[in-house]
């Protein structure tokens, strides 16, 4: 499907999104992120309540968010704010009694392999796409916290997200994992990688953003939150 540029094809899956199961939801999520056209169908179904924006998970939402279309970018951040209406500011506030808590990494465990396990490994759970967390000098409480609710704080630029259109109009999202002389090799988000010829890029562009998502906090209670890192503390000291 993504061969084709027809308002249509997005038009006809949306029409049976009720119908979809979850897994094939994700897929037509991401297939619609693909081209213009079929990202405005699919941001006008958030609009009209079609698919609720609670569907959309952190990385996709960032892809809206940060769309080259600067129209619907301003459409998709309008949409979520209401799900994003604390700022990071109330959100530190709000999460400031997990560093007080005894988390449980047992339970913690779970929330790093469903969250944070996108992008990082550690003990034995996830990819390996964004830095090493053992390599990290300062393991704090608060370090992690930081990290895990201003992912844009600090981000060196080999973990900068980029949005690619290619010359046939699809459009992708992923990372620079590295360059020969006529091609760029890029990682995604479920950790497959991709060689595309210079030739074929249209547009390449930073939104100067890391590749980890923003949101990854959504839905977490303190004692949820006080888990998390204590998993990230102990299994970063091993």
């Known amino acids: 499907l993504r061969r084709f540029d027809d308002v249509t094809v997005a038009e006809s899956l949306l029409g049976r999104w009720r119908e ?13 992120l693909g ?5 405005q169908e699919l941001v006008s179904a958030l609009e009209e309540g079609v698919i609720q924006t609670s569907e959309l998970n952190a990385s996709r939402r960032q892809r809206l968010r940060r769309h080259a279309d600067k129209e619907l970018g ?43 396990g996108l992008c990082h490994r550690l003990a034995g759970l996830g990819q390996t796409i964004g830095p090493d967390l053992r390599s990290v000098s300062d393991r704090t409480p608060q370090y992690f916290l930081s990290s895990i609710l201003q992912p844009n704080l600090a981000t060196e630029p080999k973990y900068l997200g980029y949005e690619i259109v290619l010359a046939d109009g699809v459009t992708l999202y992923g990372m620079v994992e590295r360059e020969t002389a006529g091609a760029l090799i890029i990682r995604f988000l479920d950790g497959s990688e991709r060689s595309i010829q210079k030739s074929a890029i249209q547009r390449l562009q930073s939104g100067n953003a890391s590749f980890m998502p923003e949101g990854l906090a959504e ?4 004692e949820d939150m006080a888990d998390l890192i204590a998993f990230l503390v102990v299994s970063t000291s091993l």
Not at 20 to 31: A, M, S, Y
Not at 35 to 39: F, I, Q
Not at 219 to 222: D, E, I, P, S, Y
């Open 35 to 39: 081209r213009r056209v079929w990202t």
């Open 219 to 222: 839905g977490m209670g303190a």
């Open 74 to 116: 301003v459409r998709a951040t309008r949409l979520f704010q209401h799900d994003e209406s604390r700022s990071t500011h109330e959100e530190m506030l709000a999460y400031r009694s997990a560093l007080t808590m005894d988390g449980n990494p047992t339970l913690g465990k779970e929330h790093f392999e469903m969250r944070c």
């Open 20 to 32: 979809q199961l979850p897994e094939d939801r994700n897929q037509i999520l991401d297939l619609l």
